[in-house]
């Protein structure tokens, strides 16, 4: 039975719903007046033991990792490492990177990731194309 150490982040009631909800459990919807609702200020620190959820965790601290890591790892695929928001570096435009990746990043250059889908090869003058 795995077990999680996660940091507690502000969230609203709306917010936790919908967490449980990707995770795979079963939440009843709350009211829309009540969905803004501060359920937990942050800060604090819960254990988490039981079955393996269904969501992603973060490679770093094992919270729920929503966010994945967009480095090309080549065929079209990317790394796709499960990242929180705390660990993952924000590159724009729904692009994100892990720290290993995001230190390859500078050398590699801004056209790196945003490889998909791969431009077609042109084809040479007098080649038909197939």
Same mark, same amino acid.
């Given at each position: 039975?795995?077990?999680?150490?996660?940091?507690?982040?502000?969230?609203?009631?709306?917010?936790?719903?919908?967490?449980?909800?990707? /995770? !795979?459990?079963?939440?009843?919807?709350?009211? +829309?007046?009540?969905? @803004?609702?501060?359920? *937990?200020? %942050? &800060?604090?620190?819960?254990?988490?033991?039981?079955?393996?959820?269904?969501?992603?965790?973060?490679?770093?601290?094992?919270?729920?990792?929503?966010?994945?890591?967009?480095?090309? /790892? !080549?065929?079209?695929?990317?790394?796709?490492? +499960?990242?929180?928001? @705390?660990?993952?570096? *924000?590159? %724009? &435009?729904?692009?994100?990177?892990?720290?290993?990746?995001?230190?390859?990043?500078?050398?590699?250059?801004?056209?790196?990731?945003?490889?998909?889908?791969?431009?077609?090869?042109? /084809?040479?003058?007098?080649?038909?194309?197939?």
């Amino acid at each position: 039975m795995p077990c999680y150490v996660v940091k507690t982040k502000r969230k609203t009631l709306g917010q936790l719903v919908d967490e449980c909800k990707a /995770a !795979g459990l079963d939440m009843e919807e709350p009211k +829309p007046h009540e969905r @803004d609702r501060v359920v *937990d200020e %942050g &800060g604090g620190v819960v254990f988490m033991c039981g079955r393996e959820s269904k969501a992603p965790h973060c490679y770093e601290c094992q919270d729920f990792g929503d966010l994945l890591c967009d480095w090309p /790892a !080549g065929k079209g695929k990317t790394c796709d490492l +499960p990242m929180c928001e @705390d660990h993952a570096h *924000d590159l %724009g &435009g729904d692009k994100h990177l892990c720290e290993v990746h995001f230190r390859m990043f500078p050398a590699a250059g801004a056209a790196k990731v945003n490889v998909w889908p791969p431009a077609k090869a042109s /084809a040479k003058k007098g080649e038909k194309k197939r």
